[in-house]
């Protein structure tokens, strides 16, 4: 099942960030560099797109080198954006940051006009403590897990510069089904909103592909491609001692140490997609998203003129003199007459 997580306060955050924007000079959207596709917020790239915007590819330590120089690639490509890759612990590189904002914008600063940036992204992927780095102190709270900034937080940089801190943020439907899993692998969903097993078995099916002989190390598997995922994950379960009584492996158990072990780093720097599989990702999603808007603009057509509360379009004029009573019959079963239990999704 597809995962969504959209709860009251992202709702909220999402009003702060519209009313904030008025008074923001530069925005910087962190992603994931482990999933730079899917971590990208199409929501916050609307809510922001009045102003210039720095997209940073955090904690890069984490991500596969040879997909994050193609992914800096496609971002700094497109208008008006400019994208970089960090370890938002590293404060010297975090500090980098700071001219790039003066650059963007150079009319702000001094008293009169302080420099303004709003620091936005998904859940966990370094806002926090890319704030603490560039002010170098612990001036937010910063944990790994997902919604751990409740309200946004102003902090001073110096007189002059103020950074603001928002909560993560996801959108109210994610219409890439692949990048509901990898943002539940990287941590970004809260714990009650995807089943383990599930995510898990995601996480593998990608991972034997690229990244097998990582997963052949890891848990010591003569083999992993010729394996389908339940059995790859029993594999790994039985390896690593996830057994409950009777000796049988424990899945639940094996997929949460799966997903600790990508979190983690413990199967090396991986990054989930590509440019081009995140581009056929999306081109499927949005397919299907309007196949699904369509058939619901049907239901809902087709209810409304049921309950009268619009009128039955009128039909096509008859262009054939004959009189023909089936053309009446076939009229009657076009789209914009289903029946109710056609219309059932
Ligand atoms: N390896 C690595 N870990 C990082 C990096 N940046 C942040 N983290 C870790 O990621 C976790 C989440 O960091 P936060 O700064 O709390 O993330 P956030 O985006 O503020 O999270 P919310 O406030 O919950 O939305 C913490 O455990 C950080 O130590 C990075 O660049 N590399
Ligand atoms: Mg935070």
Redesign the pocket.
């Given at each position: 099942m597809a995962i969504q997580w959209f709860p009251g306060h992202m709702h909220l955050t999402k009003q702060v960030i519209t009313e904030r924007i008025k008074a923001i000079d530069v925005v910087i959207e962190?992603l994931d560099?482990r999933l730079p596709g899917s971590s990208a917020n199409p929501m916050l790239a609307q809510l922001t797109a009045s102003r210039p915007t720095l997209k940073v590819l955090?904690?890069?330590?984490?991500a596969d080198p040879l997909r994050t120089a193609p992914w800096l690639t496609h971002y700094n490509s497109q208008p008006g954006t400019r994208a970089i890759a960090?370890?938002?612990?590293?404060t010297a590189a975090a500090q980098r940051l700071i001219a790039s904002c003066r650059a963007l914008a150079p009319l702000r600063g001094g008293m009169v006009k302080p420099m303004r940036v709003l620091i936005c992204?998904?859940?966990?992927?370094?806002?926090?403590?890319?704030?603490?780095s560039l002010v170098r102190k612990r001036a937010?709270?910063?944990?790994?897990?997902?919604?751990?900034?409740?309200a946004e937080q102003r902090i001073s940089l110096a007189d002059d510069f103020y950074l603001y801190?928002?909560?993560?943020?996801l959108w109210p439907r994610i219409i890439v089904a692949k990048s509901g899993y990898n943002l539940a692998a990287s941590?970004?969903v809260g714990r009650n909103a995807f089943d383990d097993e599930e995510v898990a078995l995601e996480l593998l099916d990608y991972l034997k592909g690229p990244y097998a002989d990582r997963l052949q190390a890891r848990y010591k598997l003569s083999e992993v491609t010729g394996l389908s995922d339940d059995e790859l994950l029993t594999e790994i379960g039985r390896k690593r001692g996830a057994l409950q009584s009777g000796g049988r492996v424990n899945t639940q158990k094996a997929a949460e140490l799966v997903i600790n072990d990508f979190r983690t780093?413990q199967l090396g720097p991986i990054t989930l997609e590509t440019p081009e599989e995140f581009d056929l990702w999306l081109a499927a999603g949005q397919k299907l998203d309007a196949e699904r808007q369509v058939k619901k603009d049907a239901i809902e057509l087709n209810r409304l003129i049921k309950f009268k509360k619009i009128p039955r379009p009128p039909r096509a004029p008859n262009t054939d003199t004959r009189q023909d009573p089936s053309q009446d019959q076939s009229q009657d079963t076009s789209s914009d007459a289903l029946t109710p239990d056609e219309t059932q999704p």
């Open positions: 962190l560099a955090n904690k890069q330590d984490m960090l370890d938002s612990s590293d992204g998904i859940p966990n992927v370094g806002k926090s403590t890319l704030i603490n937010a709270k910063a944990a790994d897990e997902a919604g751990v900034t409740k801190d928002t909560p993560g943020m941590g970004a780093g």
